[in-house]
Nanobody
């Protein structure tokens, strides 16, 4: 059974940092795409960052987090990390780890085949 399990969420003040982890099990995601998405209350799930296993681990970020968030993924894609710095209240959301088996549009939720259960990140002002 394939599982993606996120951890590391919590409550932090604006300007602070958090590091999210996603542990994959049940199959190998080496050479595949891993992504992070988030969903705030009343809003659609949105793309945050991706690691393109089929492109030598190239990382890609949403403009809203570029320069503040860093996606680290090892080649085996067993555990991936999202380091979040300079957090803002608008970063508050449930954060989801996802894995895609094909090299499609990495910013689209429809491209991803597996999802974690999510972890809550709350940034207070």
């Amino acid at each position: 059974q394939v599982q993606l399990v996120e951890s590391g969420g919590g409550l932090v003040q604006a300007g602070g940092s958090l590091r999210l982890s996603c542990a994959a099990s049940g199959r190998s995601f080496s050479g595949k795409t891993m992504g992070w998405f988030r969903q705030a209350p009343g809003k659609e799930r949105e793309f945050v960052a991706a690691c393109l296993g089929w492109a030598a681990g190239t990382t890609y970020y949403a403009d809203s987090v570029k320069g503040r968030f860093t996606f680290s993924c090892d080649n085996a894609k067993i555990t991936v990390l999202l380091q979040m710095n300079s957090l803002k209240p608008e970063d508050t959301a449930v954060y989801y780890c996802a894995a895609a088996l094909s090299s499609g549009l990495v910013t689209s939720t429809r491209n991803y085949d597996y999802w974690g259960q999510g972890t809550q990140v709350t940034v207070s002002s």
